[in-house]
């Protein structure tokens, strides 16, 4: 199975900056990347799609980029409803793996 | 706009199986495959199984090979998600998903 390693698992940051998630393939998966927000109580919501694609509807402060084996979702400009939890998924190849999670919180 | 509305929580016991049901609406049936994604409490999500609408084909993860099955009613857009053999650990919010849109979700809980 390919692992996803996502760092940090958590961060704190405040109204007005800009924060990057990384998420590390095992194995190299092409562009096979999606990211997800999660907040407390609620299904998953799609943000990107292989890797740097915006889902209709998703604001452009959140982009994607990477290829291979290491991926990046970078959020500028956060407001109080971005902070929740944000996972990548691979679907290059089956068992889709998520990663672990990063929990992003208001300093 | 895509939906996808599940059924309502269940409680079983050990042993038992469970039928999960995700009612597709707003887009052809067979656009998008349909995943099943699961999430035990306080945890992160995992993978289950997919099901291609089209062909009626499904994958799913080795973890539940033998324990899963995923069918559809083309009739309905409906996809169901049957897990047998409950334990505890199987106690969880289980999602289905396209590429676009995540239902609301179900919650197994597995008590004795």
């Known amino acids: 199975d390919i692992q996803m390693t996502q760092s940090p698992s958590s961060l704190s940051a405040s109204v007005g900056d800009r924060v990057t998630i990384t998420c590390r393939a095992s194995q190299g998966i092409s562009n096979y990347l999606a990211w997800f927000q999660q907040k407390p109580g609620k299904a998953p919501k799609s943000l990107i799609y292989t890797a740097s694609s915006l889902q209709s509807g998703v604001p452009s402060k959140f982009s994607g980029s990477g290829s291979g084996t290491d991926f990046t979702l970078t959020i500028s400009s956060l407001q109080p409803e971005d902070f929740a939890t944000y996972y990548c998924?691979?679907?290059?190849?089956?068992?889709?793996?998520f990663g672990q999670g990063t929990k992003l919180e208001i300093k | 706009q895509v939906q996808l509305v599940q059924s309502g929580a269940e409680v079983k016991k050990p042993g038992a199986s469970v039928k999960v049901s995700c009612k597709a609406s707003?887009?052809?049936?067979?656009?998008?495959?349909i995943h099943w994604v699961r999430q035990a409490p306080g945890q992160g999500l995992e993978w289950m199984g997919i099901?291609?609408?089209?062909?009626?084909?499904?994958t799913n993860a080795q973890k539940f090979q033998g324990r899963v099955t995923v069918t559809m009613d083309t009739s309905a857009s409906t996809v169901y998600m049957e897990l047998s053999n409950l334990r505890s650990e199987d106690t969880a919010v289980y999602y289905c998903a396209t590429r676009v849109a995540w239902g609301q979700g179900t919650l197994v809980t597995v008590s004795s």
């Open positions: 099901i291609n609408p089209s062909s009626g084909s499904t």
């Open positions: 998924q691979q679907y290059y190849s089956y068992p889709y793996t």
């Open positions: 707003g887009y052809t049936f067979t656009s998008y495959h």
